[in-house]
């Protein structure tokens, strides 16, 4: 049971979606006009809704890229914000705030073994930047190693680190090798993690002997469309890539703070312990915040001199983040993720059962996906429909993500408050639209 939430708008008097769109489309990143036809003006979010400028209500089953945790505008997270912003808005350096010792301790109250010590930046891709920095100080070694269809971040290092094609502009990566991906769908080995993770042995023995700084992936991959690592790869993967003297970063920006429902964090469905976690996005519920925690040794090698940032451990958003934490745990949003992520991937499973354009549903929790093929057998990415059946659910007041190695995965992260009615809601729009 959810705490009762008042979900009417309010009134809107703001810019139209044309006149936003329409009239000033050259001030915009063309990225903004990559999924729907007609971009949609979201004025208002409340917990799992959108509204736009004329009250109609969208359900957010993309929660801002599994970004918004307990949904828009939480009012705990609101009021926390709020507090905090009269208070003081800033310290860095030369004076501290207890928000972000609160935080810390928080975060590592929630983590397994002796990761501790807390980093904040206001993204993940600074977070993973950051754990790559400390791995590469801490070994004294230089390479990165991360799976293939991954995505770590859009800045230099977090670039190379990532392992899709499309995000790469062809930037020069040195010292950056991808293990083979380790997709139980896709993959040759099906659910062999311990096949899979052989690659990454090889890569060491023949590749980068001795020069391995890190070791980095997620637990289930977001951007690269729902695939979660078969079974065994991350527990095969650490013993290899620390025999070489290498540490394990596992980025949790997607799959932590209680997003795949059976576990807090990804890694642990693997039963696996990092050197170091880096997580973002919902953690602060739509607020920029990133984290870095690892242990106290390994965090020694970021000393005063060799590492600040102006904004990390913001005492607003740390604020926020401790507040986000707090409902999760209130409002039980971890169980609620596992029983509606549940019951949300059998409806899924029963429409796949249905049409033959849905060749693989797949994910945990409140990290589902959907891929679509043309040709069962031969696993034919359907690429046009993906867009199309988006932009009909849109029309239908849901709004889902896509991605994906071949752009054909529908990507269902919704805020973890997310309902069995919305779950119905979402899968009879699905049906109602493959049905056309
Ligand atoms: N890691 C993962 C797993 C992600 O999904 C993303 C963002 N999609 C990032 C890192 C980068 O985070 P940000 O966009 O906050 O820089």
Redesign the pocket.
């Known amino acids: 049971e959810l705490p009762a939430f008042d979900y009417t708008p309010q009134p809107y008097a703001g810019p139209s979606a044309d006149e936003i769109f329409a009239k000033r489309r050259e001030y915009l990143s063309p990225s903004i006009f990559h999924f729907y036809k007609t971009p949609l003006n979201a004025v208002e979010g409340k917990r799992q809704y959108l509204f736009d400028e004329k009250g109609r209500r969208y359900l957010d089953a993309f929660g801002g890229?599994?970004t918004v945790s307990c949904g828009h505008c939480h009012p705990d997270v609101v009021a926390a914000i709020v507090e905090q912003t009269k208070r003081l808005q800033h310290s860095t350096v030369l004076y501290l705030n207890h928000a972000i010792a609160d935080f810390a301790e928080a975060l590592s109250s929630k983590l397994p073994g002796n990761l501790k010590v807390a980093f904040f930046t206001n993204?993940?891709?600074?977070?993973?930047e950051l754990a790559i920095l400390i791995a590469r100080l801490y070994t004294g070694s230089h390479d990165i190693i991360s799976v293939r269809n991954?995505?770590?971040?859009?800045a230099a290092g977090?670039m190379g680190a990532t392992a899709q094609s499309i995000w790469k502009y062809n930037v020069a990566q040195s010292g950056v090798h991808h293990a083979m991906n380790a997709d139980p769908y896709r993959g040759l080995f099906g659910s062999d993690g311990e096949k899979y993770a052989r690659d990454v042995k090889e890569i060491i023995n023949f590749g980068t002997t001795g020069n391995v700084a890190a070791f980095i992936s997620?637990a289930i991959?977001?951007?690269g469309g729902i695939v979660e690592l078969a079974p065994g790869y991350l527990p095969a993967a650490y013993k290899i890539v620390r025999k070489s003297g290498g540490l394990c970063i596992a980025?949790?920006?997607?799959?932590g703070f209680a997003r795949t429902g059976s576990h807090f964090w990804g890694f642990e469905a693997q039963g696996v312990v990092p050197d170091i976690v880096?997580m973002?996005?919902g953690i602060g519920n739509g607020i920029?915040l990133?984290a870095v925690v690892t242990t106290p040794e390994i965090a020694k090698v970021l000393t005063r001199r060799s590492y600040f940032n102006t904004f990390g451990g913001n005492p607003v958003c740390t604020a926020a983040g401790l507040a986000v934490l707090k409902v999760i745990e209130k409002e039980k949003l971890q169980e609620n993720a596992f029983v509606v992520g549940s019951y949300l991937k059998d409806r899924l499973n029963a429409l796949k059962d249905k049409y033959e354009l849905i060749g693989d549903v797949r994910g945990r929790g409140m990290m589902l996906g959907v891929e679509l093929v043309t040709d069962r057998e031969l696993k034919t990415p359907a690429q046009d429909e993906t867009f199309h059946v988006m932009d009909q659910m849109k029309e239908l007041g849901v709004l889902i993500g896509k991605g994906g190695y071949y752009g054909n995965v529908f990507r269902i992260t919704p805020p973890l408050c997310f309902t069995k009615e919305d779950a119905d809601f979402l899968v009879d729009a699905m049906d109602y639209t493959l049905s056309r």
């Open positions: 890229i599994a993204s993940g891709t600074e977070a993973n991954s995505y770590h971040g859009n977090t997620e991959q977001g951007v980025d949790e920006v997607q799959s880096t973002a996005k920029p990133g």
